[in-house]
């Protein structure tokens, strides 16, 4: 089993909908997790961290954090073109281990 | 005003030759990183450095040894490059250890290995 999972898609969501990205974790004592933004040859870049259940919103972001389920989410509200890129789901052990370990990524297209 | 840059972007080169690939960061940063991204876009952490002191260091081909002069600066050595190797190398820094969701990454640099 992969420590972080996600859909590697591609998921075409279309623009002004809602853009839904799942990932899920493998080790219970995960505490930090983040989605990290990467267009096509670049570098990825942080759009956000959730370290607590419950949902975290930034803009047209939000994080969504269950640790019972092992499960953590990004929507996108209002869907637009330039949101189209690999969204890579990050998780961090904490107590001493600082190691990011990174999913696959989903690849997102958002079509005009 | 580039805050992690790396050198060079891209690198071609046959197998068995021996290559560098060079990182600084002008953030003031305690801690940099090397991670490997494949065709497939996984990417994963190879070392990392806290003030010059080697802090992670993952299952990696002792082909690949990472060397940091100042804290500034992390390279990465190559000995005996092979097909697999081909891959695009980011580095990365954040403020120390602790701050990895503050992690800034360099461009890349893609490197081919034929």
């Known amino acids: 089993q992969k420590e972080v999972e996600q859909n590697s898609g591609p998921l075409s969501v279309p623009e002004g909908a809602i853009a839904s990205l799942n990932c899920t974790y493998s080790d219970r004592g995960s505490q930090s997790f983040f989605w990290y933004r990467q267009y096509s040859g670049k570098s990825p870049e942080l759009i956000m961290s959730i370290y607590s259940n419950g949902d975290k919103e930034d803009g047209r972001f939000t994080a969504q954090l269950n640790k019972a389920s092992q499960y953590v989410s990004l929507l996108i509200r209002d869907s637009q073109p330039s949101d189209s890129a690999t969204y890579l789901c990050a998780v961090k052990l904490n107590f001493g281990n600082e190691k990011l370990t990174f999913g696959t990524g989903t690849r997102l297209t958002i079509i005009p | 005003d580039t805050a992690v840059s790396q050198t060079p972007k891209y690198l071609v080169t046959q197998m068995g030759n021996d290559k560098s690939i060079k990182c600084e960061q002008n953030?003031?940063?305690?801690?940099m990183y090397w991670y490997k991204q494949d065709s497939k876009k996984f990417l994963k952490i190879m070392f990392s450095?806290?003030?010059?002191?080697?802090?992670i260091n993952e299952t990696v081909p002792n082909r690949f040894s990472p060397k940091s002069p100042d804290k500034a600066h992390l390279n990465l050595h190559i000995n005996s490059l092979e097909l697999g190797d081909s891959a695009v190398y980011f580095c990365?820094?954040?403020?120390?250890?602790?701050?990895?969701?503050?992690?800034?990454f360099g461009p890349g640099t893609r490197l081919t290995v034929l």
């Open positions: 990365a820094s954040s403020q120390d250890p602790t701050r990895t969701d503050t992690q800034y």
């Open positions: 450095y806290n003030n010059k002191e080697l802090i």
């Open positions: 953030l003031g940063h305690d801690t």
